[in-house]
C-alpha cells in the first residue's frame, strides 16, 4: 500500500507540510507535493533513497478540469532498489513558472525543453532554454488543450473523427 | 602574427550518416570538436497530440511509427500501458507470442543498427548481410500481419489473429541459422583492425555520467550497469525465461558493440523458448467491455457485428487514474504515461523515448573527438529519428 | 538499295531524344533522401534480396550529383524548407517520386507540424502509396519514372541548349 512505500514515509516525516496527496493506483504511487518544495524534495528523493535515474518528465494540461491548469509529472526510478515514484505539483496558467530540475539531474535539460516548447511553462535557472521540437518562430504551444490539433492557420476536416 | 579562430560546420539535417533527419551544428578546432549543438524536430508529427483525439484502439497504429525499426516493441509497451489501466488478464499464448515477436523485434533492430552502424564506419559488406536476415524477419511479420513494418498485430487483451501453422518451422529455421549469421558479422567486425581503432577508445561516459543523463539500454549496460527492465521489473512474462544481461567494462562504442551482439544471441535463445512454451489456447481474453469480438462473431451474428461496430467507433471508457508502463525496447526504456479522465481517449499520452534522452549524451561523448568520430558515436547510440521527435 | 550497308548488322538507328532518354532512364540516381519509416523500406530496396543497382539506380549523398529525389517519408513544416533548398540544388533534369502516404497526402498525421502532401512545394512525378511501401511497389514506381522519362521530348536539343525538355504529361 501507498502507506507503506518507503519513499512516501521518509517524504512524510521530512516534508510533511508540503505533501497535498498520496495515491495508488494499479500499483504506482504518486505524491502530489508543493510547487516550492519541488526540488528540494527531488534532492531529497536523489540523494537520500537512491531514485538515481529521472525517467521521464512531462506535463499534463488539465484545462478546464483543475483549479490549476498544468500539472508538472516526474517520473523517478531507482536503479539499485528497482521501484519506480511519480511526482507531481501543479502550475497555475497565471503564474507559469517552475524551478529547474537540471541542477539535480542533466537528463531535465532536454525534457524541460520539451515541456517549455509544447506547453510553455517556464523552467526558472534552466541553462539553454529554447524551443527543441518546433521552428523557433513558432507561435503558440501545440500540446496545450486550446491550440487546435490541425494548428491554427487551418480549417478543421470535418468528413472523419479528428 | 597568425591568428585562428573556429569554424562552425552544419551537419544534417540531410547527410548520410546522421540516420535519418538528425541535425548538428559543430564547431571546429581544426578537426577536433569543441562543441555540438544538435537541433532536432525534423520528424516532429505531433504523436502525443493526435493521440489525445484517438480512442484507445485508434492509437495503436501511430506507435508503430514511433521507433520504425521496432515496430512490435512499441505496441508492446502501449498494449502493456493500457491493459494496465483497464486491468485486462492477457492468456498466455499471447503473452508468449508477443515476447517471441518482441525479441524478433529487437534481432531486426539491431540488424539494422549494425548495417548502418558498420557502413558509417566504411564496411560495407555487413550492410549487404545484416538486410538479408532482415528480409527474413520482415516475411515472419508479413505472414502473421500482412504488412512487413507496420504491423499493427497486438491488441488490447491479446493478438489481433492467430498465428497460422507454418509459423513456427519458420520462426525455428530462422532462429537455428541466425547464430551462424552473427559470427559471419563478428568475422568481418569484432577482430578487424580498421573497427577496432575506430571503435575502440571512441565515445566514452562514465556509468555515473550515464545515469545522470538518462541513458538506458544497451548504451548504459555497455557502461557497466547491469539492469534490464525484461529481468528487474518483468512484464508480459519474461520472468519466465531465462538469458544473461551482457554488460560492458570500458564504457566505449567497441563494448556497446559486443553487448549488442551479445543480446542478439540472448534474443535468438529466448525466442528458442517461446517457441517451446507456445501451447494451443485463445489469443484474445474474454473480455467484451474491452476486446474486439472474434471475426468469425463479426461476420455471423448481429450481435457480433455490432459490439464490433461499438468498440471500433466509440472504443471503451477508462478508469480515471494514470499508469506508466517501461517496457526494455532495443533502443533502451520505452515507455507510455496513460493520464486518463475517465472517457475513451486519453487526457494526455506520453511517449518517453529512449533515443531522445540517449541523444543528449552526444556531446559528452564526442567532445574532444574527430569529425569521423562523431558518426561512430551517432551509430553506437542508435537513434531513430521518428521516435525523438514523435 | 540506295544506302550501302558495309558494317553489316552491327548498327541501330534510332532518334537523339531516344538515345538521351534511355541512356537518363538507365542511370537514375536518387539522393538519399530519408525522412522516416519509408527510408528503411527505400534502404531495404537498396540492400540485398531486391537490388536496386541492377536498373543502374545508385543512390547519391549529394544532391548535385542526382537526378531523382526519392521523399521517403513524412514532410514537417520544419523540413520543408530544407527540401526545396536541395531541391534546388540539383542539376536538371530532375524528377520527384513522393514515396508513401506521408509524402503524398499527409498520411495518418492530419496535425499541425505536418505537410499535408510534398506537392503543396514540388512537382510531384510519380506517387507511390503504402504506409510504407513495399520494395517492390518502389521498384514498380521507379519503372513507372522511367517509363515516364522514355517520353520525354527534345531532350537532346534541350542539352545542347536548344529549347526546352518537353515533358510528358504521364
Known amino acids: ?162 | 602574427m597568425a591568428t585562428t579562430e573556429t569554424m562552425t560546420l552544419n551537419m544534417g539535417p540531410q547527410h548520410p550518416s546522421t540516420h535519418g533527419v538528425l541535425r548538428l551544428v559543430l564547431e571546429l578546432d581544426g578537426e577536433v570538436i569543441t562543441k555540438i549543438t544538435p537541433h532536432i524536430g525534423y520528424l516532429h508529427r505531433g504523436v502525443e497530440k493526435l493521440s489525445e483525439h484517438r480512442t484507445y484502439h485508434q492509437i495503436l497504429p501511430l506507435t508503430d511509427r514511433l521507433d520504425y525499426l521496432a515496430p512490435m516493441s512499441n505496441n508492446l509497451g502501449y498494449i502493456l500501458a493500457v491493459e494496465k489501466l483497464m486491468a485486462v488478464e492477457v492468456p498466455e499464448r499471447a503473452e508468449t507470442i508477443r515476447v517471441i515477436m518482441t525479441e524478433l523485434t529487437r534481432l531486426e533492430s539491431h540488424l539494422v543498427w549494425i548495417a548502418c552502424h558498420a557502413l558509417d564506419i566504411g564496411a560495407m559488406t555487413v550492410f549487404i548481410y545484416a538486410f538479408r536476415e532482415r528480409e527474413a524477419i520482415m516475411e515472419t511479420y508479413e505472414l502473421i500481419s500482412g504488412a512487413r513494418m507496420t504491423s499493427n498485430f497486438f491488441r488490447v487483451g491479446g493478438l489481433s489473429q492467430d498465428v497460422p501453422d507454418e509459423f513456427v518451422r519458420k520462426v525455428s529455421d530462422f532462429i537455428d541459422s541466425m547464430p551462424g549469421y552473427l559470427d559471419q558479422y563478428e568475422g568481418l567486425l569484432t577482430t578487424n583492425p580498421i573497427w577496432l581503432k575506430r571503435t575502440i577508445g571512441n565515445g566514452v561516459i562514465s556509468a555515473e555520467d550515464a545515469i545522470d543523463f538518462g541513458i538506458t539500454g544497451p548504451a548504459l549496460r555497455g557502461s557497466g550497469v547491469d539492469w534490464d527492465l525484461r529481468r528487474d521489473n518483468s512484464y508480459s512474462g519474461y520472468e519466465k525465461y531465462q538469458f544473461k544481461v551482457p554488460v560492458g567494462e570500458n564504457c566505449d562504442t567497441f563494448d556497446r558493440y559486443k553487448v549488442r551482439l551479445i543480446e542478439m544471441r540472448e534474443a535468438c535463445k529466448i525466442v528458442r523458448q517461446g517457441l517451446d512454451r507456445l501451447k494451443p489456447g485463445p489469443v484474445l481474453a474474454d473480455n467484451p467491455q474491452v476486446c474486439y469480438p472474434p471475426k468469425e462473431n463479426v461476420y455471423n451474428s448481429i450481435e457480433g457485428l455490432i459490439h464490433h461496430f461499438k468498440i471500433a467507433s466509440e472504443g471503451f471508457p477508462a478508469p480515471e487514474g494514470e499508469v506508466y508502463q517501461g517496457v526494455e525496447a532495443p533502443k533502451g526504456e520505452l515507455g507510455f504515461y496513460i493520464v486518463s479522465d475517465g472517457g475513451n481517449k486519453p487526457q494526455r499520452l506520453r511517449i518517453r523515448p529512449p533515443s531522445f534522452v540517449n541523444l543528449q549524451a552526444i556531446e559528452k561523448m564526442a567532445k574532444g573527438a574527430m569529425i569521423a568520430d562523431l558518426v561512430a558515436v551517432i551509430g553506437t547510440l542508435d537513434i531513430v529519428l521518428g521516435e525523438i521527435d514523435r | 538499295m540506295g544506302v550501302e550497308n558495309p558494317l553489316g548488322e552491327n548498327i541501330i538507328t534510332t532518334s537523339l531524344d531516344a538515345l538521351v532518354n534511355w541512356s537518363r532512364k538507365s542511370s537514375i540516381w536518387p539522393m538519399t533522401f530519408g525522412l522516416a519509416c519509408c527510408a528503411i523500406e527505400m534502404m531495404a530496396t537498396g540492400a540485398s534480396h531486391n537490388d536496386l543497382d541492377r536498373f543502374g539506380i545508385i543512390f547519391r549523398a549529394s544532391p548535385r550529383q542526382s537526378d531523382c529525389i526519392i521523399i521517403a517519408g513524412t514532410v514537417t513544416k520544419k523540413m520543408l524548407p530544407v527540401i526545396k533548398t536541395v531541391y534546388e540544388q540539383m542539376p536538371e533534369p530532375k524528377w520527384v517520386i513522393a514515396m508513401g502516404a506521408c509524402a503524398c497526402s499527409g498520411g495518418i498525421f492530419d496535425t499541425y507540424s505536418v505537410v499535408q502532401g510534398i506537392d503543396e512545394a514540388l512537382p510531384v512525378d510519380v506517387y507511390i502509396p503504402g504506409c510504407p511501401p513495399r520494395p517492390e511497389a518502389l521498384l514498380f514506381g521507379l519503372m513507372k519514372l522511367q517509363d515516364k522519362i522514355m517520353k520525354d521530348k527534345n531532350s537532346f536539343g534541350s542539352a545542347i541548349g536548344l529549347g526546352e525538355r518537353i515533358a510528358s504529361a504521364a
Not at chain 1, 526510478?77 to 517552475?98: F, G, M, P, W
Open chain 1, 1 to 162: 500500500m501507498a502507506e507503506n512505500n518507503r519513499a512516501v514515509l521518509q517524504l512524510k516525516e521530512k516534508y510533511a507540510a508540503s505533501i497535498i496527496d498520496v495515491v495508488e493506483f494499479r500499483g504506482e504511487v504518486t505524491v502530489t507535493v508543493r510547487k516550492d518544495a519541488i526540488i528540494d524534495i527531488l534532492s531529497f528523493l536523489k540523494q537520500s533513497l537512491q531514485y538515481n535515474l529521472l525517467t521521464d518528465l512531462t506535463a499534463v494540461d488539465y484545462m478546464g478540469k483543475k483549479e490549476d491548469r498544468f500539472m508538472m509529472v516526474y517520473l523517478l526510478y531507482s536503479i539499485s532498489n528497482k521501484d519506480r515514484l511519480r511526482i507531481k505539483t501543479s502550475v497555475s496558467e497565471a503564474d507559469c513558472h517552475i524551478p529547474s530540475a537540471t541542477q539535480v539531474w542533466r537528463t531535465a535539460n532536454w525534457l524541460e525543453r520539451e515541456v517549455f516548447d509544447l506547453f510553455g511553462i517556464v523552467f526558472d535557472n534552466h541553462p539553454d532554454l529554447r524551443r527543441i521540437l518546433m521552428t523557433d518562430d513558432w507561435e503558440g504551444h501545440p500540446l496545450r488543450k486550446d491550440y487546435p490539433l490541425q494548428g491554427p492557420d487551418r480549417e478543421p476536416y470535418k468528413g472523419r473523427l479528428s
